[in-house]
């Protein structure tokens, strides 16, 4: 309890500015004590205002008070020190040039611990405690330590800005509402506030929601580019795979052909030396005879070439030559020619497709679908341009292929095709043989009747009712109607008139991975006919379909 009472002793002869025992003791008009030195400095700070107030309880005296050391306080002091209590506070305690700094202490300031909005002035733990202790203190307004305050002060009338005009956009005190804010829409500033911060929770409502959108978005992209890159890697797995099997299958041809070569040239060369041989033998025989009949034909003695006549041996039958003279020196040349042809075809081929296979490559959509607009002019699309061939086993038996399988024409009679589990049985139709996915553009030019113009899931049924087979009769095929009467779009049923300018020329645009399938009508410009927003789930193939005998519908060579 002793302990207790020297504390209280302590703080209670303390002084509230620099924290420490009084030095040289001085007593206000309002009752507050502070060493001598210190209170003079902090009137000195006010002498501009004029007004001076106590550090403590803010009371204002004017004139300046006249200040007179009180003996009494000075002598409990210094008995106070004999009991070796007095502490100076720590260093972590003083402000720094970062921090805001105590308004009432004087020499080395402390930290302030709040700033009042009210009083304007900052305080520390010391100076504080009038808050907590003064009735009137208690209702003042605390928030952190700000050197702002005195932003706070209106620069016309040296009063608090507690409200806000709208009408300007401003912060006021009460004198300006009155006065060049008169008439306008004010409000206290806490009202305000109120109203800001309603709007701030909706930013920022907005602001997290956004994060989050964001956040999905970026998942949904590092899962894109791992997907990018597992599918890239299967891709030139697969590719290597292929391309090694095709090397393996060339090997293997130019193996065959050089060993057929090989046992031809070798069977051959057998039989022209065994017929060299054999002409070789007769060549001896002949030779053999000769020199006999030359020696006979010397005989001079009659009897004797009579007597040795019939003694000689007649000629071995003659090998046919004939042959031999009339053959030409060409043997493997052909070979060299029907190779020579295969190269020629597999160039032509490679040339062709190799195009398909490169666009397929560069088409991979790396960016999110609405990322990606689609074009606006006729080349902006033709840089998506896709070769398209129609596959034979999927036409109708009475459509005619022709100009390299880009072209259908309706005929009265079937073709000679041969069958095929692709083939359309019922309907006047027929598919593509490539598939379409990324991004592609191409052109049907048509004339008769009337053409449809469409895209289908390869497994469309291929024999069986309308419903079944027919492009836009069900869910895996949208297909628009062209004639001279206009355009309708069909689609699982359901068939939709389109108003576009009239052209024997469609233009149709497919983003698969984002689900837009466009028509156009194409002239000297390109007018959109209808626009399919969806979801694709399979590859798709284009396709034609013929409405009359003698109607054509060709895929055009873009350039």
Request: charged residues 30%.
């Amino acid at each position: 309890m002793a302990q207790k009472g020297v504390q209280l002793d302590q703080e209670t002869f303390s002084c509230s500015i620099c924290l420490d025992l009084l030095k040289d003791p001085v007593t206000t008009p309002c009752g507050h004590s502070y060493c001598m030195n210190c209170i003079k400095r902090f009137w000195d700070e006010q002498d501009e205002k004029k007004i001076h107030s106590c550090p403590q309880c803010r009371q204002t005296f004017t004139p300046r008070p006249v200040l007179v050391k009180s003996t009494m306080l000075a002598d409990l002091v210094e008995e106070l020190k004999k009991t070796g209590l007095q502490a100076a506070p720590a260093d972590h305690c003083y402000a720094g040039p970062e921090d805001v700094a105590c308004d009432v202490c004087t020499g080395r300031k402390l930290k302030a611990l709040k700033s009042c909005l009210v009083c304007l002035a900052s305080y520390c733990e010391k100076h504080l405690q009038r808050h907590d202790e003064v009735a009137p203190l208690k209702k003042h307004k605390l928030v952190e330590p700000s050197k702002k305050l005195q932003e706070n002060i209106c620069s016309r009338h040296d009063e608090v800005m507690k409200m806000f005009c709208r009408t300007d956009q401003q912060s006021i005190c009460y004198l300006c509402s009155v006065d060049e804010h008169k008439g306008h829409d004010t409000v206290s500033a806490a009202a305000e506030r109120t109203e800001r911060q309603r709007e701030l929770e909706v930013s920022r409502q907005n602001i997290q929601q956004r994060i989050q959108d964001r956040e999905k978005d970026v998942k949904v992209l590092q899962q894109e580019v791992e997907a990018i890159n597992g599918s890239a890697d299967k891709a030139v797995e697969d590719s290597e795979k292929i391309f090694t099997e095709l090397i393996r299958l060339m090997e293997k041809r130019r193996s065959d052909v050089k060993q057929q070569v090989r046992s031809q040239q070798e069977t051959e060369v057998s039989r022209v030396k065994e017929l060299q041989e054999k002409l070789e033998q007769e060549i001896t025989e002949l030779k053999r005879k000769d020199a006999e009949l030359k020696q006979l034909s010397h005989t001079e003695d009659h009897n004797q070439f009579l007597h040795n006549y019939p003694s000689l041996s007649s000629l071995s039958e003659s090998t046919d030559s004939s042959s031999i003279k009339k053959r030409p020196l060409r043997y493997f040349e052909d070979v060299t020619a029907a190779v020579s042809e295969v190269r020629d075809k597999l160039q032509d081929i490679l040339s062709k497709k190799w195009t398909n296979v490169s666009l397929t490559v560069t088409e991979v959509d790396v960016l999110l679908p609405h990322l990606q607009p689609e074009p606006k002019t006729r080349a902006g699309f033709l840089k998506y341009s896709r070769e398209i061939t129609l596959d034979p086993n999927t036409a109708y038996t009475k459509l005619l292929l022709s100009e390299g399988n880009r072209k259908a024409t309706g005929m009265r009679e079937a073709q000679c095709y041969s069958s095929h589990p692709d083939r359309f049985t019922r309907c006047c139709q027929v598919l593509s043989k490539e598939s379409l996915t990324g991004r592609c553009y191409w052109e049907v030019e048509w004339r008769g009747r009337g053409v449809y113009v469409a895209v289908a899931y390869k497994n469309i049924k291929r024999e069986g009712g309308a419903i079944e087979c027919e492009f836009g009769q069900n869910d895996k095929s949208w297909t628009l109607r062209c004639d001279k009467n206009g355009y309708n779009i069909l689609y699982n049923e359901v068939q939709t008139p389109v108003s576009g300018p009239w052209s024997p020329t469609v233009g149709v645009y497919l983003d698969h991975r984002a689900g837009i399938l466009s028509f156009y009508s194409v002239s000297e410009t390109m007018t959109i006919l209808h626009r399919v927003q969806t979801t694709f789930t399979q590859p798709l193939y284009a396709g034609l379909r013929i409405l009359d005998f003698g109607d054509t519908a060709e895929f055009c060579e873009l350039r």
